[in-house]
């Protein structure tokens, strides 16, 4: 008589537990002349204006915003409950990436390091206004 052998769960086939989601809405006061990048890198550590090795990124996001925008919304999913710092760029050029991640003449800041806390279970949202806006 063979005995069969009990079915295991293999984690490949178990389910990603859910995870919070961070909302982000970002604005701004003078609409766009054209389409524009919105980036909003968050970090477990402070990344200030000038990050230099002390900062830790823990996701780089971006949309973008159509000409004529003031406003745009963000969506981080599964994202680990915990404390997170914001920093926000309007990349009104489109040139963030090419230009080393600094924002140059054209572009918007929000202020530096925003705080941000994904609590377990409830996703979170997170107002920011973009401050300096050539």
Do not use: K
């Amino acid at each position: 008589m063979a005995s069969e052998l009990p079915s295991a769960t293999v984690a490949a086939d178990a389910d990603f537990p859910p995870l919070p989601t961070l909302d982000v809405d970002v604005s701004w006061t003078t609409p766009l002349a054209e389409p524009g990048d919105v980036w909003v890198v968050l970090s477990t550590t402070p990344c200030g204006v000038d990050p230099g090795q002390n900062c830790v990124p823990s996701r780089f996001i971006h949309v973008t915003a159509l000409e004529g925008s003031i406003h745009a919304a963000l969506s981080v999913e599964q994202i680990h409950p915990g404390s997170y710092f914001a920093n926000v760029v309007l990349d009104r050029n489109q040139n963030l990436i090419g230009a080393g991640l600094f924002p140059d003449a054209p572009d918007g800041v929000a202020l530096p390091d925003t705080a941000a806390t994904v609590s377990d279970g409830e996703d979170a949202t997170l107002d920011i206004a973009i401050f300096l806006n050539p």
